[in-house]
C-alpha cells in the first residue's frame, strides 16, 4: 500500500500530539494512577518576557521612579514597606497575606541572551548560555522516573505543540489543546482504520504505531477530564479554559504529575501598561478560579504553581512608553504547601546594572533542583547536572 503525501501529513499531524519515543510505541492498557498525597507540579510560563519591575515594585526606589517616569506603577498593592505588586493581581497580594505565596526576586543565570528563542531554550532545557540541548528538565525528569511508566501521561502540556521543556532523550510528555477535540480526532474513520496498519517503509511505520499510542492516549485523557468536571467558574479566555481542562484532570485519578500552560505574549516594547495589566487581570482571574478550586476539593496543599518567563525587562523604560528585552526577572510560587512564604530574597539591586540591566543574584537551575528534589522527589543531580544546593522554601 503506497501512502499520499496528504495522507502521510494527517497521519504525522496527530501522531505530534504524543510526540512520542520508541518505548511507548504500543497499544496501551492504562490503569496508573497518583498516589494519595501525590505532589503535582503546574507550571505557567510568561511568555515573551514579562516585565518583573513593573510586577513586583520597589515602591520606595527614587531610582525605579526616576527611570521610568512614563510607566512606574505608581498605585501598586502594598507587601511590605518598601515593596508592592501591581494592582492588576489583587489576587496575587490576597495569596501572599494568607502565606499562600513565594517570590523569589532576581532570577536569571550568567551571560545572559536577550533573544526570545536562545533565552527561552536555556530557561526549558537548563542549559547554561553557552550549551545547546535537546532535551528540556522536564523531559529529563521523565526519563529518570518513567523507566517504569506505561504510558506517557505524567506530564501534560496544555498546548498544539510540545514545548522543548518536556522533550527527553527517551520519553516526552503529551501535548494536546482540547481534550473532546484530539479525542474526537483520533476517533474519525481514516484514523481508526489505520490503527494496526503495518508498512514497510520505517517513517511511515513510526507513525501508524505512535497513531495507535496517540488514539488510546487521546481516550484516556478524554475521559479523564469528563470524570470529575468542576463546577467551579472560570474565565472564559483561553487560560480561563486552560486551566479548566486542567483542574478537570487534577480531580481525576490521571497519572499526571506535571501540567505546562504558557500565557502571553509580555512583549511590551509599546504600551506596556495597558498591554501587561490586561495579561495579568486574566492571569489573576484565572489563578483565582484555580486556586479556589483546588481548596475546595482538598487539594491545594499537593499542588505547586510555578511562574516564569525567559527574561525580564531593562530598568529604564524606552520612548514608546515600553521596555526593551533585559535580564533577570522573578518567580511565583503558589502552594497550600510551602515552607517560607513571602519575599524569599531582597529586591533587585538598581544601584548595581550591567549596561542598564539587572545583574541576577538566583539561579534559576537551584530552583529546578529545588521543585524536582523537594516536590517531585527525584534525583535532580540526575536530570540537572546541578550539585550547588537548593532552597528551602517548600
Not at 262 to 283: A, C, P, Y
Not at 349 to 370: H, I, M, S, W
Request: glycine fraction near 6%.
Amino acid at each position: 500500500m503506497l501512502i499520499k503525501r496528504r495522507e502521510f501529513l494527517k497521519i504525522s499531524s496527530l501522531a505530534t500530539a504524543s510526540l512520542l519515543m520508541p518505548g511507548f510505541l504500543k497499544a496501551l492498557t492504562i490503569d496508573e494512577a497518583l498516589e494519595p498525597e501525590q505532589k503535582v507540579l503546574v507550571v505557567l510560563q510568561f511568555t515573551g518576557g514579562n516585565d518583573g519591575l513593573n510586577t513586583i515594585i520597589p515602591v520606595r526606589n527614587d531610582i525605579y521612579f526616576r527611570e521610568r517616569a512614563g510607566i512606574a506603577v505608581r498605585n501598586a498593592l502594598s507587601l511590605d514597606d518598601e515593596t508592592g505588586i501591581n494592582p492588576a493581581l489583587p489576587y496575587f497580594k490576597e495569596l501572599y497575606d494568607n502565606g499562600e505565596l513565594s517570590v523569589l526576586n532576581n532570577v536569571g543565570y550568567p551571560d545572559p541572551d536577550k533573544s526570545h528563542f536562545r533565552s527561552m531554550d536555556i530557561w526549558q532545557s537548563a542549559s547554561r548560555s553557552d550549551e545547546y540541548l535537546d532535551s528540556g528538565w522536564l523531559g529529563r525528569f521523565l526519563d529518570e522516573e518513567c523507566y517504569r511508566c506505561e504510558h506517557p501521561t505524567q506530564a501534560l502540556e496544555v498546548d498544539d505543540m510540545l514545548s522543548l521543556a518536556l522533550k527527553g532523550e527517551h520519553n516526552k510528555a503529551f501535548a494536546f489543546k482540547d481534550p473532546k477535540r484530539l479525542y474526537q480526532t483520533s476517533q474519525e474513520k481514516y484514523f481508526t482504520s489505520l490503527y494496526d496498519h503495518h508498512h514497510e517503509d520505517e517513517t511511515v511505520s513510526y507513525l501508524y504505531q505512535t497513531l495507535g499510542s496517540t488514539i488510546n492516549n487521546a481516550g484516556y485523557i478524554f475521559e479523564k477530564s469528563k470524570a470529575q468536571k468542576t463546577g467551579q467558574a472560570y474565565p472564559d479566555s483561553q487560560l480561563g479554559k486552560d486551566f479548566r481542562t486542567v483542574a478537570s484532570l487534577i480531580r481525576s485519578d490521571i497519572n499526571t504529575r506535571v501540567y505546562y500552560l504558557s500565557v502571553g505574549s509580555f512583549d511590551t516594547h509599546v504600551n506596556q501598561n495597558e498591554r501587561q495589566q490586561k495579561l495579568f487581570r486574566d492571569i489573576n482571574d484565572t489563578i483565582k478560579a484555580f486556586t479556589e478550586d483546588m481548596k475546595n476539593n482538598g487539594l491545594f496543599d499537593n499542588i505547586l504553581l510555578m511562574t516564569f518567563s525567559e527574561f525580564g525587562r531593562r530598568v529604564a523604560q524606552n520612548a514608546s512608553n515600553g521596555t526593551d528585552h533585559g535580564t533577570a526577572n522573578q518567580m511565583f510560587f503558589i502552594s497550600g504547601g510551602l515552607k517560607k512564604k513571602g519575599l524569599l530574597n531582597p529586591l533587585p539591586d538598581l544601584t548595581r546594572l550591567n549596561e542598564g540591566d539587572l545583574v541576577y543574584t538566583e539561579d534559576f537551575r537551584k530552583v529546578y533542583a529545588t521543585v524536582l528534589k523537594k516536590w517531585l522527589k527525584a534525583d535532580a543531580s540526575k536530570v540537572l547536572g546541578w550539585k550547588n544546593g537548593v532552597y528551602d522554601f517548600i
